[in-house]
């Protein structure tokens, strides 16, 4: 079974502090996501990464960048934290094999920036 | 711009009422479609995806949905909710030529009555 381990459930940070995402996943998935998840706006497309250094900007890339060191691992960091980046964070990952393969989500890091 | 709709956030029902959740998106090409459900505290999992084929796909838990692309709609059904089936449902398109990226619907909360 695929297993998306998020570093934290519940992040509480500062106004400017730099703040740092982890994501690993245990299935040698070549794809990975970032998502922030609010209310009435379901999920939204932060940035994603098909392969090892390789990443593309989402929707909502702005305040934001990624990592991605390994192929396990992917980083999602906020440089500045401002307070509208309060919301649910979520990490997907997919194996780039076929075109109908889903993405399998970790459990989510609630971060509220004060 | 590509979008997914849902057209009911909220939608309260008692055990064994039928359930239909409306899902239509925005885009001309060829899609794969899939729908995820998020259980209270849990992570998303996948109900069900359509692929090719029969547009009628059947998933777990006794939910099926319906692709009908000249509606471009894939509404999700099951004859007879219980309370376990309380949770956020999610509709999300993956356009064929975009790699592994998903557009998400804004999410329904399904409530059910015991």
């Known amino acids: 079974d695929v297993k998306v381990t998020q570093s934290s459930r519940y992040l509480v940070k500062r106004t400017g502090e730099k703040v740092f995402l982890e994501c690993v996943q245990d299935m040698d998935h070549e794809n990975m996501f970032w998502y922030r998840q609010d209310p009435g706006l379901g999920l939204r497309l932060i940035y994603f990464s098909y392969d090892v250094k390789m990443k593309e900007k989402g929707d909502i890339p702005e305040g934001y960048s990624v990592s991605r060191e390994k192929k396990e691992r992917f980083s999602l960091i906020l440089e500045s934290a401002s307070t509208n980046q309060t919301s649910m964070y979520l990490c997907?990952?997919?194996?780039?094999?076929?075109?109908?393969?889903?993405?399998?989500f970790g459990d989510g890091t609630r971060l509220s920036i004060l | 711009a590509q979008s997914v709709s849902q057209h009911n956030h909220h939608v309260i029902l008692s055990e064994a009422a039928s359930l239909e959740l409306g899902c239509n998106y925005s885009?001309?090409?060829?899609?794969?479609l899939f729908w995820y459900v998020q259980y209270p505290g849990q992570h998303l999992q996948l109900l069900l995806k359509?692929?090719?084929?029969?547009?009628l796909v059947k998933g777990i838990k006794g939910f099926e949905a319906e692709f009908i692309k000249s509606k471009f709609s894939f509404n999700l059904r099951k004859p007879s909710v219980q309370w376990s089936d309380t949770a956020e449902y999610f509709c999300a398109v993956k356009p064929y030529n975009q790699g592994g990226k998903l557009i998400f619907g804004q999410g329904t909360e399904l409530s059910v009555k015991p």
């Open positions: 359509y692929f090719s084929g029969d547009p």
């Open positions: 885009y001309g090409g060829t899609v794969n």
């Open positions: 997907a990952s997919r194996e780039d094999r076929g075109l109908d393969q889903p993405q399998h």
